[in-house]
């Protein structure tokens, strides 16, 4: 077996693990509007994931615009519920991008590990709490949007592996975007920038993002299904929604004039990000 086979092996283990332990929690799963729309927001944001958007910040937008998911548990909701879609994303960019096994293997572990901390305190934050870490989390993807649509993203070199100091520093940098994402920071676009400034080839970024959060996820989300952190029905919806998305995005569409739509998330991560921090405002005053 190829290195790539067992990391793909060890993701479907992963990911059957999650699956098979959160659908015994969901046999009560009560079928209302909500699953319905978390269908429809896993399959549109999902399907714009595949193709290097990023799906928190939206779905947080359509959380809040419709009321579908109380602030306190949207990063619970956000991590459980886009779960294995990130899992298909990831077993086809690993499958056909190339990257150094250990390489590869290390940023993964690094992500991971900073998820299973962070998950561990999020997953015990109050409302206005997490609307604080939201709101601030979502500027900084707000910040990093911005930096790619006026600077492009990073040219790397054709390196397809990190060692010494610089595999060290994209290990800390991957624990730390592991633990932002618990706060609904998408790991996707800050990955790619520090992976490229590492020197890499910026194509490398996909498996090493797509592999992160595939990892991180189902390992992070677990710890929100077991103190029931998050909205099962719309996290469910997500799920149903976003893995055919996935799908479609990788192997039919597989490239879009993506420059509206990223300026229209970043728009909306805005005013999401606004609207949080003046909410958790709010609360503080009365």
């Known amino acids: 077996m190829t290195p790539a086979t067992v990391l793909l092996a060890a993701l479907a283990l992963v990911a059957a693990t999650f699956a098979v332990g959160w659908g015994i929690r969901l046999r009560r799963l009560r079928r209302d509007g909500a699953l319905g729309w978390g269908i429809v927001i896993g399959a549109v944001t999902n399907f714009f994931d595949t193709l ?3 799906s928190f910040a939206p779905t947080t937008a359509a959380f809040r615009a419709l009321s579908l998911v109380s602030d306190r548990i949207i990063p619970g909701t956000l991590n459980v519920g886009h779960a294995l879609p990130s899992v298909a994303q990831a077993l086809v960019f ?29 997953a015990g934050w109050d409302r206005r709490r997490v609307q604080i870490g939201m709101g601030l989390a979502l500027l900084a993807a707000a910040a990093l949007m911005l930096r790619q649509q006026v600077a492009g993203t990073p040219a790397g070199a ?24 618990m706060v609904g920071v998408g790991l996707y676009a800050p990955c790619m920038i520090l992976v490229t400034l590492l020197g890499m080839n910026a194509k490398a970024a996909f498996p090493v993002m797509m592999g992160s ?25 997500l799920t149903v929604g976003g893995i055919p ?11 879009l004039p993506l420059e509206a739509v990223r300026t229209l ?13 003046l909410a958790a405002r709010r609360r503080a005053e009365r």
């Open 52 to 54: 290097g958007i990023g």
């Open 94 to 122: 690993i499958a056909i991008v190339e990257v150094e096994p250990w390489t590869l293997a290390s940023m993964i572990v690094a992500a991971v590990a900073g998820a299973w901390l962070g998950a561990g305190v999020v």
């Open 158 to 181: 054709e390196a397809v592996s990190l060692a010494g100091v610089w595999l060290a520093l994209g290990l800390a940098g991957n624990f730390v975007l592991g633990a932002l994402m």
């Open 213 to 237: 959060c595939a990892f991180l996820m189902p390992v992070a989300g677990w710890r929100f299904v077991v103190r029931d952190a998050y909205a099962p029905a719309v996290a469910f919806g």
């Open 245 to 255: 998305a996935v799908l479609v995005a990788a192997f039919v569409v597989r490239a």
């Open 265 to 277: 998330v970043l728009c909306v991560t805005v005013y999401t990000a606004l609207t949080m921090l």
